[in-house]
């Protein structure tokens, strides 16, 4: 009996002038994992774009507005994950002149049928938990270096499904609620300007609502108050600045917002569990 075949990844093709650049990682018939970047001059922006036959889930590195066939444009970025479900179409905008650039995971049919009530992702962009968005990024660079097929389908089969209950809750899914214009107004500026001292009353007054009803629409429409979003993009943005190299901790606290590396470390230790100089271990 022949093995089955691994499973597709996304494979985007315009013709003159797509940049789009796909890399896999690791390829199986279960589940499979892979890198993307598609730049900002790329001709697919000004395009409907076509999932492919089997469902995705994106971890952004960078914000980027995205939206599916019938839907508003929302804003998904470091704190979010995206889905997309096999045969839709979708489509994007630069969010700042920034690319497109993310990890993202291939699912079979079996798995959706086992993770979702209905096999299909409620919706395009949703809340990503701490835990699996740094596991994520520590699979990438450890599978290089870990080839046994049972170890890396286990750990991306969990983070998948860790991924997706993070985002939607387990068993049946409530009704889908369109998230309000404001909210992603207030997730744009968020992401824009993680790094200031932004109080309620400039987010509130940046976005033309009060303070108590902006901080109620956030809540119920992204899973975060707006301090736990502010501080998720900063943390976020340290975590992938220690895996660049040995920049020193106090220059990333100070540029993604903290006012000491004691602070920043306290505050990571809290939402990842580890100090960030374990974390620097891991992925450098």
């Keep these: 009996m022949l093995a089955p075949e691994p499973l597709r990844l996304a494979t985007w093709h315009a013709g003159e002038g797509d940049h789009v650049r796909i890399n896999p990682l690791y390829r199986s018939p279960v589940v499979s994992l892979g890198t993307f970047w598609c730049p900002p001059d790329d001709v697919r922006w000004e395009q409907e774009n076509y999932v492919g036959d089997v469902a995705h889930i994106a971890f952004p590195a960078a914000p980027v507005w995205i939206s599916g066939q019938d839907d508003e444009l929302a804003l998904a970025g470091p704190n979010h994950a995206m889905f997309f479900n096999a045969g839709d179409w979708f489509r994007r905008r630069r969010f700042n002149g920034y690319g497109d650039r993310s990890l993202f995971m291939v699912v079979s049919e079996d798995t959706m049928a086992e993770w979702l009530a209905d096999a299909r992702f409620p919706s395009h962009v949703a809340k990503l938990l701490p835990r699996p968005y740094m596991t994520v990024r520590a699979l990438a660079r450890a599978i290089a270096d870990d080839v046994d097929a049972l170890a890396?389908?286990?750990?991306?089969?969990?983070?998948?499904?860790?991924?997706?209950?993070?985002?939607?809750?387990?068993?049946?899914?409530?009704?889908?609620?369109?998230?309000?214009?404001?909210?992603?107004?207030?997730?744009?500026?968020?992401?824009?300007?993680?790094?200031?001292?932004?109080?309620?009353?400039?987010?509130?007054?940046?976005?033309?609502?009060?303070?108590?009803?902006?901080?109620r629409s956030f809540r119920r429409h992204t899973g975060y108050t707006l301090h736990e979003y502010r501080t998720q993009l900063r943390l976020r943005a340290a975590l992938d600045r220690l895996a660049q190299g040995d920049e020193d901790l106090v220059h990333i606290a100070r540029a993604v917002g903290y006012s000491s590396h004691s602070h920043l470390t306290a505050s990571f230790r809290r939402v990842f569990g580890v100090p960030p100089s374990r974390v620097r271990r891991r992925l450098t």
């Design 152 to 215: 890396v389908e286990e750990r991306l089969l969990a983070l998948g499904h860790a991924t997706v209950c993070g985002a939607f809750g387990r068993g049946e899914f409530r009704n889908r609620r369109r998230t309000p214009a404001v909210v992603e107004e207030a997730k744009a500026l968020l992401t824009a300007r993680y790094n200031e001292r932004l109080t309620l009353d400039q987010v509130g007054r940046a976005v033309n609502v009060s303070p108590f009803h902006l901080a």
